[in-house]
């Protein structure tokens, strides 16, 4: 293990080259492939007035947003981050509730999930999860030392997580519940918190959502459509069947960029939930296997960072990264889990590459987060200081 | 692992566990694993039953439609042409039109706006918003860019001639099928074969790529009728002008080639537009000179005379007394307009001898009478293959009576449709006999028919029909200058209920040059009704008009002198018989 640090730490360069770079590919793949599944709906739709590179525009905007955004992030120190994380968590609780107020928030098929800024729609949700991953941190970091204790170190953080989480199921956003939830029960879990604690936390949570599921028809509907797309492949299993044809069609090298049949009002959510699914048809397995690649190494290189944050003895931006890990490759694994049927259908996006403002933004920060714990372990292991 | 116990170091008592963030990382890079098994699934091993789901959404065959065939004259001319144009149709659940575009479109696909809104609030997901409208406001309703509204290319019958040729041409249906005249009858070869094609369609029904092999549609044949479009311009101008000068209720007109059997034209009176359709009544559609008949009259008076000399009863100048005019069969009696006194045969059927015809008709048994009729088409179709053509009434000999045989002799108590009796006379103007008529343009070469009569009956005969348009004959008014014609006159008695009314048929069928015939001319005015009625005054002038110009058209050889039209104004025609 120390030796594949040791191994990166020798790297000649001030940034972490790989993360950078799979972090660069996907955003661009993203934003060529959100070209291509939404240019037939953007011509064919009057909401976008016709245009076909209305999406493209946008995105490419929000890339622009995002990566400057990135460059001003990189600027500041974790200490700072550090020091606002619980003035940012709690802003982002307050967009949460202010997005709930009728007439504040903005209804899209039955969901609550965005504020109307003038021309852009921000959707709290996803800053959340950045959020929570800088706010978890903290907490974990400042209740270290009590961390085999129950009351204190989890209960507070349960509680808190409790009223996010009930926010969310407000909206609803099941998705942006299972990330946030998973990214501070994970960081947690990093922290130290009891092993055996997890292992009962897992069961109650299981029952939890198993509740939720039978309790609430629309989140019922969407598992019924995974469990079988071909049933009723026309009404609850309609988007899921289109996304496995797509895979279907795309076979090892996929029907060739812009010639998807599904992106043609076949599928729907093409340019944001079902991305996956068209660069499934257009580049083929191949395009899949470089996706899944690319967030894979962007995975590992968070938890890596944060590892050798660990031996620097630097306990909150080790605990960032990793959880920027967790989120990454949590929310990617269940966007593309969904995209295959592996997954029940929920809201989530495919981080870096799905089309939407919001979420291009907060990923292009953790991701400049993420380069900025690097750069600072660079500049402590040459003796530097921050 | 547990954690550490060896320090009481605050900060080193802050270590993370490093088995927890491996914990963490193999489950996510199992959870990824497990993503590209997964996809590796979908795309690689199992796909053929995802593309097979992908198909049997967004896979159609669509069909190719195919192009009917022309119908054009002998010449090349085209008498009925499919054109393209579009269909406009809609899946409505998709259609949402602001009030300006839904105004835009109803005026370009020439709808009542209320019109377009009904058509569009169905369940149905599929609707016809108008069929055949022309491609440029199909392309300006393309401009529009609506959402739910399509497309489809439709091919529209189009009749360059209009009402001229409807009754020959006939026209087509909505889905292309032939409804009337050739367009019915040429169905099968003006047909084509739709081809196909496996696409693959986007979810609005736009088609984004071809599939699989493409089976190209087979094009309709062509047909060239044998009608000349040259005489059938005289036929059908003289006809119309004919009935509108004499009030007539109708009138058809029938030009053959005497030498082939060709139909060179067909018209009726009233006609219609087959280019537009609307308000079509049963009176305009009707293909009168194959699908009604009529009592013919006089003009049935020749066949009477030559089955006289073809059985040697009578000879050309046998003399027949039709003294005073009348002759009383059983409890009837017939009449001649005006009392002759001895005729020959010649002069019965010049001067159209009710009498003398009857007296003729006596000797002769009824079953060979009967079999002349039927040898020369009547009582049958003439199966020039139009729908409805009918065959007229011959009824059977055996119970003819002496009354009926006499009237039969000239023309009544006997229908026939004046396609029939056109083709009839087509006998003298061969050497006897009855050519097969054709719809169709024939190769050239000799047309062999039936002998009906010798060669040496028929000269006769055709010499007693030239009598006829002769100074003495009834129908001084059908010469043609320069050319012999011969020819009869006809003026019936319409029956109406059962009985004869005032209301006349008046009717001239000729043929010439009367050296070597080269067209037989039907003419037929039913009831005119502007002071004459005789087939002479009215059919006669019409006959002569058409057949004028269609020798002129065809280059027929003079074989009289230019200006033998000189002793027509001398001439006052005698009145004929019944």
């Keep these: ?140 970091v400042r209740k270290m030392p009590h961390m085999r204790d129950l009351k204190k170190a989890f209960l507070p953080m349960a509680a808190a997580m409790i009223f996010v989480g009930m926010l969310l199921l407000k909206e609803p956003d099941f998705g942006a519940f299972v990330v946030i939830i998973s990214i501070a029960m994970g960081i947690l879990f990093l922290g130290g918190l009891r092993a055996r604690l997890f292992a009962v936390l897992i069961v109650v ?10 309790v609430s028809p ?54 944001t939930d079902f991305l996956l699914a068209v660069i499934a048809e257009e580049l083929g397995f191949a395009g899949v296997l470089l996706v899944v690649a690319l967030f894979a190494v962007l995975v590992q290189r968070c938890f890596a960072i944060g590892r050798q944050c660990v031996t620097l003895d630097r306990l909150y931006p080790a605990l960032v990264a990793m959880g920027v890990g967790i989120w990454l490759g949590v929310q990617s694994f269940i966007n593309m889990g969904v995209n295959m049927g592996l997954l029940p259908t929920k809201g989530l996006t495919l ?36 | 692992m547990k954690p550490h116990k060896y320090t009481e170091s605050p900060v080193l008592h802050l270590k993370l566990d490093a088995w927890r963030s491996r914990a963490i990382v193999v489950l996510l890079m199992a959870a990824m694993v497990s993503l590209v098994g997964r996809s590796f699934y979908l795309q690689v091993i199992n796909n053929d039953f995802l593309q097979e789901k992908g198909e049997s959404r967004y896979r159609r065959d669509i069909e190719v439609s195919a192009s009917r065939g022309r119908i054009t004259d002998r010449n090349g001319e085209v008498l009925a042409i499919s054109t393209p144009m579009k269909s406009i149709w809609a899946i409505p659940s998709d259609v949402k039109l602001a009030p300006d575009q839904s105004r835009a479109l109803a005026q370009l696909l020439d709808l009542e706006q209320r019109e377009l809104n009904r058509k569009l609030a169905t369940d149905r997901n599929f609707v016809f918003l108008q069929r055949q409208i022309p491609p440029d406001a199909a392309d300006r309703i393309a401009a529009l860019k609506l959402p739910g509204i399509h497309q489809e290319k439709e091919y529209r019958r189009y ?103 060709e139909v060179l034209a067909l018209a009726n009176w009233p006609t219609y537009n087959p280019n537009n359709r609307e308000r079509l009544s049963g009176a305009q559609l009707r293909n009168r000179a194959v699908t009604d008949t009529f009592e013919p009259g006089s003009t049935m008076k020749p066949f009477t005379a030559a089955l006289a000399l073809e059985k040697g009863k009578f000879r050309f100048d046998s003399l027949i007394n039709t003294a005073p005019g009348k002759l009383t069969i059983g409890t009837a009696t017939i009449s001649d307009a005006h009392p002759h006194g001895v005729l020959t045969l010649a002069q019965v059927i010049q001067k159209s001898s009710n009498v003398g015809t009857a007296k003729v008709a006596g000797t002769f048994a009824p079953k060979e009478m009967w079999e002349m009729f039927d040898s020369v088409g009547f009582g049958k179709p003439p199966r020039l293959g139009f729908p409805g053509e009918v065959g007229g009434r011959l009824r059977p000999y055996a119970h003819w009576r002496p009354i009926e045989q006499a009237t039969m002799s000239y023309g009544h108590g006997i229908a026939v449709s004046l396609v029939q009796m056109a083709r009839a006379y087509s006998v003298f103007a061969t050497d006897g006999e009855l050519l097969p008529l054709s719809l169709t343009k024939l190769p050239p070469g000799p047309v062999t028919g039936t002998r009906i009569f ?125």
């Design chain 1, 1 to 140: 293990m120390r030796a594949i640090l040791d191994n990166t730490r020798r790297a000649p360069t001030e940034v972490d080259m790989l993360l950078l770079w799979s972090g660069l590919v996907l955003l661009l793949l993203g934003m060529v492939m959100v070209y291509s599944a939404s240019i037939a709906t953007a011509e064919g739709s009057r909401f976008t007035g016709h245009q076909p590179a209305y999406f493209l525009v946008r995105h490419g905007v929000f890339l622009t947003v995002g990566i400057v955004a990135a460059v001003v992030a990189f600027q500041v120190p974790l200490t700072a981050w550090q020091q606002w994380a619980p003035y940012l968590f709690m802003a982002g609780v307050l967009l949460l509730v202010v997005v709930l107020i009728p007439g504040l928030g903005r209804d899209v098929n039955g969901a609550r999930r965005w504020l109307p800024l003038g021309p852009v729609n921000l959707q709290p949700s996803e800053l959340m999860k950045l959020f929570a991953v800088l706010y978890a941190a903290d907490y974990t």
């Design chain 1, 205 to 214: 949570m299981l029952v939890a959502f198993a509740i939720l599921i039978i």
């Design chain 1, 218 to 271: 629309y989140r019922r509907e969407r598992i019924f459509g995974f469990m079988d797309p071909w049933t009723d492949a026309f009404g609850r299993g309609y988007q899921l069947s289109h996304a496995l044809i797509a895979f279907g069609r795309g076979e090892l090298f996929g029907v060739g960029l812009g010639a998807s049949v599904e992106k043609l009002f076949y599928l729907p959510e093409a340019h």
């Design chain 1, 351 to 386: 981080p870096l590459m799905s089309f939407g403002g919001s979420g291009i933004l907060a990923n292009c920060i953790a991701l400049a987060v993420l380069l900025r714990i690097d750069w600072e372990n660079r500049q402590l292991m040459r003796g530097g200081k921050l």
């Design chain 2, 159 to 261: 009749y360059p001639s209009g009402e001229m040729t409807a009754h020959i041409v006939g026209f087509t249906g909505v889905d292309a099928k032939g409804l009337e005249g050739v367009e019915l009858a040429f169905q099968n070869q003006l047909e084509g074969k739709n081809g196909s094609r496996s696409v693959i369609k986007d979810r609005r029904g736009q088609i984004v790529e071809d599939v699989g092999s493409i089976k190209p549609p087979q094009d309709g044949r062509d047909i060239q009728l044998a009608l000349d479009g040259k005489i059938q311009y005289l036929a059908f101008s003289t006809l119309k002008q004919t009935v509108t000068d004499n009030a007539a209720k109708a009138g058809s007109v029938v030009v053959l080639d005497a030498k082939s059997g």
């Design chain 2, 454 to 578: 010798s060669p040496q009956t028929v000269q006769e005969v055709r010499t007693m029909l030239e009598m006829a348009t002769q100074p003495g004959g009834t129908a001084p008014k059908a010469q043609v200058p320069g050319y012999r014609v011969a020819g009869k006159t006809g003026t019936a008695y319409k029956i109406e209920n059962g009985v004869y009314a005032r209301k006349y048929v008046a009717s001239f069928i000729g043929l010439a040059p009367a050296s070597d015939p080269r067209l037989v001319v039907a003419v037929m005015i039913d009831e005119p009704s502007n002071g004459r009625h005789f087939g002479g005054d009215v059919a006669g002038p019409a006959f002569s008009r058409i057949m004028a110009g269609a020798l002129r058209t065809l280059g027929v050889p003079h074989d009289a002198p230019l200006n033998s039209n000189l002793q027509v104004a001398q001439v006052v025609a005698e009145p004929e018989g019944m």
